[in-house]
């Protein structure tokens, strides 16, 4: 589904001294079937924005379209409802949301509450565990026994058995360890990939950004610094300086080849093994050509 | 969605309620409840209200959060008053519908009771809408000092209040976001069944008791780690300083217990 942002502010405890605006005047639209990356430094009002998406938050002014549905300051409760059905989000420590007593049972939550067929759901857990990287035999474990980062995992396949069409997730990768990073940043991305979802992904690492998404959206203070194609935002070096940002290790080193050698990358996201085959390619072209 | 929480919450300022000492505060708000119940003429009240408007206009506090913070008690105020007025039966007969009748006495009872019940919220919330829990914490620690002798734990109070105190920020905004989280999954805390919400509610209470259990043992921890023993010898970061500002308050509030003496019947 495709969502657009118009004019849209949004005002904390609005009318009472602790009154914070954490944003201000966003208009963006996030294409349909495509990870976008919102990205900027903590407190610029990253979660905020994404928040408006599936109607836990409304704006204080202007409207958010999702697919037909349009959420405003005045849109009611049960208007949301369907919104959810649609929205999955997975938010900052996912694993927080834990409760029930079996693995299986805190999957079946989210599912259960949209009224999806349970039992056809059901089969497809042990399969959904194995995706994100699980063995199907926690099912009947309690999720409190698990470690941290296999809580996560659960935490977020909890959501992906709501089968949502929209997938939010902030911040999935905060607190594990670069190998756990990297094993779910790769299940997202072939998750998206496979069913063809919308995804929206926020993160504080240009790097995380970098491998998944089409389009970057840069907040700072509550506004929209810049917007556009990875390319196009690695260009502007020294604004990305000023926000605290940088330009990935990994896209810094295929500019410095494309630079030195001549070489064209088929895109800025390529895994390290990508890019290595793609330069092996190239080098035996070239010495076709000599 | 926390935003209406009011009891309990300071509201930083640079008032003269806001500046006084947290013990000429508390010692003040104390006189004032004995002023409170001793009170029992019209006069009095009367009395008693100007003050309170007095109080009202130097904390600087903005009507709406005393309002706000009023609120829960309100329908408690009025059922007291409904029934001292109607189960008091002195005086003479105001009223009388069916197997009611309302007695002048009666309604007098009910008043008094109704503005004693608001007058203690209002200095109460005023005490703790212009003190930071901490300065509060801190002057019930001296307060209660020196009943240590008597095996009263004055520091250890303290401190169990100012840790929780200190947390009910954390709490609101962790069942905020669990709040959040299990709607995202689907979760309704407001409508439908029975079942459906209270199953909503344990998806609520399991995350948010499971996160406190761990917070305070990490805390624990973290207090042992770096040495903690308990109140002896410890020195404090912050002093509480007694100007005359305090000293004129406190007087006002005598003198003004004095004058009330007199509107006793
Ligand atoms: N529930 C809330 N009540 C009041 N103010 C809030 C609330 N949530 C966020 N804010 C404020 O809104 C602003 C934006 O916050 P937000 O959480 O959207 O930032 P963020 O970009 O997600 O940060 P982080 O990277 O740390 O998660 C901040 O100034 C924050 O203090
Ligand atoms: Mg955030």
Redo the contacts between chains.
Sequence with gaps: MKITFDNVHHIY?EK??FETTALKDITVTLPEGTCSAVIGRTGSGKSTLV?HI?G?LKPTSGKVMVGDQIIHAKTK??QL?LL??Q???V?QY?E????EDTVEKDLL??P???GLNTTKIKKKLPELLELVGLEPSLLERSP?DLSGGQMRRVAIA??LA?EPNVLILDEPTAGLDPKGQEDILTLLKDWQEKYQITMIIITHQMEEASRLAEKLIVMDNGQIAMEGRPEDIYAQNQMLQQLDLDVPERVKVLKYLEESLGIRFSKWSLTPKEAASELNMWMKKEKNHV | MF?HVVIGQY??GRSYLHKMDARSKLASVFLLIIIVFMTNTWAGYGLLWAGAVLVYLLSGVSFRYIRKGMFPIFLLIIFTFILHALFTQEGDVLVSVGVFTLYEGGVEQGLFIAFRLLLLVFFTSLLTLTTSPIDLTDALEQIFTPLKRFGVPAHEIALMMSIAIRFIPTLLQ?TE??I?????????F??GTWKERSQAF??LL??LF??AFKRAEDLAFAMEARGYNGGEGRTKLRKLTWTLRDSAACAAVVIFGICLFFFRS
Aim: hydrophobic content about 40%; glycine content about 6%; aromatic content about 8%.
């Design positions: 405890m009472t001294p928040q599936n836990l409760r049960k409802k959810r059905r929205v999955g989000m938010f996912p927080h949301q834990l409760f939550f989210g259960k509450n949209i409190f909890s959501v709501m | 935003e509201l930083p962790e976001k669990i959040k989280a299990q709607s995202a999954r689907g979760a309704d407001s409508k344990v998806a399991v995350p499971v996160r």
